[in-house]
């Protein structure tokens, strides 16, 4: 197997330490009070005016800025703030991509988002919609008895480009904001002068450790990243419940794949000094073999992540991590890529060791069947028909009356049937787009293998909303999953130019 190269979180010493989001078990009414649960044991971290907190989920950043020092109850948007992040993450401020959150002028319960331009200009408030929401407050909280405002936040994380998935690192963020008090009158950056010069921003790690409910966990391997081995059938598949932290139907394993212990099981063998275990790997027709594989952890060390490296030993052992200790992600048995493995069902088996004398003696182990499928569907466009002639690509075509307009024939496949959807639309002018068809996966279509060659639409001709330059796009994304989320998508565009006559 190829050595996993790890991505590092770097905090330089002239940069604070990371403030570090702690996992939400449940989602975040942000619409209830601070005090009224939900925000117990959240990360917190204290600014001149008052205290930052964050949880996170797999969905959302749940982040709240409590102002103790905020004591007026000023009505409309004369308090306000400003939230902005480094969405590439490089510590500087790149145009159309760091985004910066603000209140619409008089609405101080609706979020607006704006992308920077430079340092101190953003783009006027973005018309797209946004899973985001702020609410404001003014209360009590744990930090202060004494009414004051309070800005509640739920953040989509796609907004700010932060996926729990990300298999060779901790996910973080840097971040930075403004508060403003009308009275008392104040005007507060955290850090200072941050939106003119992001190397201020201060380091937001996200959590990736929900607490799995033991009942659904594995008697060894407990989990394939979030997805708990019992919900892993005959066929090497995953399907979990829709609430559940991770929702998949009928999903096979691709990427980059984390072994999670069984808390209980794994503390238990530490406590009787069973530290030592072998991982192997069988693929479709052929024999076990050792599955040998580099990987790195971040420990937290109390005000940083650390790195630590894990390997096997030239005998093919691995060395349990201490379960006590916390890492970024816990239990970890193996981190392993899968990218260079043909499609199909490998069993995985987990072995521990006890030291009897001279021998190495197994004392337990589990198997699991995973399908492994890294290949993204195929996608095309296979005709673009006016009437009976072929359009080809960046012809320009004059649509006539209707019923007149085009026909298309359109693929969609995989062979391993691990298909999640297919969308097929059209994009024009100043980003408009329309939709022509889509088709999403559900359960009863076992192991879909979508379409090839289908005529869309079915009956009748597609006719052009108004004369433009069209790309026609077709995207597929794939049934597989790394354990925290799907992966894998396939696209292709052809370009024509429509007028209506």
């Not at 197994?362 to 002639?389: E, M, R, Y």
């Not at 088709?439 to 293998?449: D, V």
Request: one cysteine or more; a neutral charge.
């Amino acid at each position: 197997m190829a050595k996993i190269r790890s991505l590092s979180i770097t905090t330089p010493l002239l940069f604070a330490a990371p403030f570090k989001s702690e996992w939400a078990q449940t989602p975040i009414d942000i619409n209830a009070p601070l005090s009224a649960g939900g925000w117990e044991d959240a990360g917190s971290l204290k600014f001149s005016r008052g205290f930052v907190l964050a949880k996170n989920d797999a969905k959302f950043l749940y982040l709240a800025l409590d102002v103790v020092d905020d004591l007026g109850n000023d009505t409309g948007t004369n308090d306000y703030f400003w939230l902005s992040f480094d969405k590439n993450r490089d510590r500087a401020i790149t145009a159309n991509q760091d985004v910066n959150y603000g209140l619409y002028p008089g609405q101080p319960n609706k979020l607006g988002r704006q992308y920077y331009l430079g340092p101190g200009t953003w783009t006027a408030l973005l018309p797209d919609p946004s899973l985001s929401e702020v609410r404001q407050e003014f209360g009590s909280s744990e930090n202060s008895s004494a009414s004051h405002r309070i800005w509640k936040f739920k953040i989509d994380l796609q907004e700010i480009n932060v996926a729990l998935s990300w298999p060779l690192s901790t996910p973080f963020t840097y971040f930075g904001f403004r508060v403003r008090s009308s009275n008392p009158a104040f005007t507060t950056d955290f850090p200072g002068d941050f939106y003119k010069d992001f190397t201020k921003l201060r380091q937001l790690v996200f959590s990736r450790k929900p607490v799995i409910s033991p009942s659904l966990l594995g008697p060894l391997i407990g989990s394939v990243g979030l997805i708990p081995t019992t919900k892993i059938d005959a066929t090497g598949r995953a399907t979990t419940d829709p609430g559940y932290f991770i929702a998949v139907q009928n999903a096979a394993f691709g990427g980059t794949l984390n072994l999670i212990g069984n808390r209980m099981k794994t503390q238990q063998l530490w406590n009787d000094g069973i530290k030592k275990y072998k991982v192997e790997i069988t693929p479709p027709g052929g024999s076990a073999q050792k599955l040998i594989s580099n990987w790195s952890n971040y420990r937290w060390t109390g005000s940083t992540y650390a790195l630590e490296s894990f390997a096997a030993s030239s005998l093919g052992f691995y060395e349990l991590a201490n379960p006590s200790i916390d890492y970024s992600i816990d239990d970890l048995l193996i981190q392993f890529p899968t990218s260079a493995l043909l499609p199909g069902l490998y069993q995985i088996k987990v072995i521990f060791y006890k030291r009897v004398g001279p021998l190495d003696v197994a004392v337990d182990n589990q198997s699991i069947g995973l399908f492994i499928d890294n290949h993204v569907p195929a996608v095309n466009i296979d005709s673009i028909k006016h009437g009976a002639n072929e359009v080809s690509a960046c012809a320009i075509e004059t649509i006539g009356a209707a019923p007149d307009g085009l026909k298309f024939k359109i693929t969609a496949n995989d062979p391993e049937g691990n298909l999640l959807a297919a969308n097929f639309y059209a994009t024009y002018g100043a980003g408009l787009a329309v939709g022509i068809y889509s088709e999403n996966y559900t359960p009863a279509l076992g192991h879909w293998m979508g379409f090839s060659g289908k005529t869309i639409p079915a009956s009748g001709n597609w006719r052009p909303p108004q004369s433009c330059a069209y790309s026609f796009i077709i995207v597929a994304s794939a049934r597989t999953t790394n354990g925290y989320g799907y992966i894998g998508q396939n696209s292709t565009h052809r370009n024509l130019t429509l007028l209506l006559s």
